[in-house]
């Protein structure tokens, strides 16, 4: 399951518009350390994740044309499908500061239910 289960065209499609977000989810991942009610596996994650996306090196680099975001798109919907499994989606819900539809397509580009 997961983003594994994403495939073909739609799959890189999917993963465009998640790397296109990294920012804004970048945020919504501190806002989230940040919450008292946020469990500690869930900022464990964050944190993780966090890390990963300020690392200046990264699996695929950023410049490789098409590719180059990719794997911190995989990195964030992997970590936003571990959050939402033991936050719960209300309390993700709650930290997002853009548009509720773009969540919602986030999470389900990210085959998070």
């Known amino acids: 399951g997961g983003v594994g289960a994403l495939s073909g065209r739609r799959s890189r499609e999917a993963?465009?518009?998640?790397?296109?977000l990294v920012p804004v989810c970048l945020a919504l991942?501190?806002?989230?350390?940040?919450?008292?009610?946020?469990?500690?596996?869930?900022?464990?994650?964050?944190g993780l994740t966090v890390a990963y996306?300020?690392?200046?090196?990264d699996l695929i680099?950023?410049?490789?044309?098409?590719l180059g975001h990719l794997d911190d798109a995989l990195i964030v919907a992997w970590a936003l499908r571990h959050?939402?499994?033991?936050?719960?989606r209300e309390r993700v819900a709650e930290h997002w500061t853009g548009d509720p539809d773009t969540l919602d397509r986030i999470l389900s580009l990210a085959r998070i239910r």
């Open 53 to 57: 996306l300020a690392l200046p090196v």
């Open 83 to 88: 959050i939402v499994a033991s936050a719960g």
């Open 15 to 20: 993963l465009t518009q998640l790397a296109k």
């Open 29 to 46: 991942l501190r806002d989230l350390l940040k919450d008292p009610a946020v469990p500690r596996q869930a900022k464990v994650v964050a």
């Open 61 to 66: 680099p950023d410049f490789v044309p098409g």
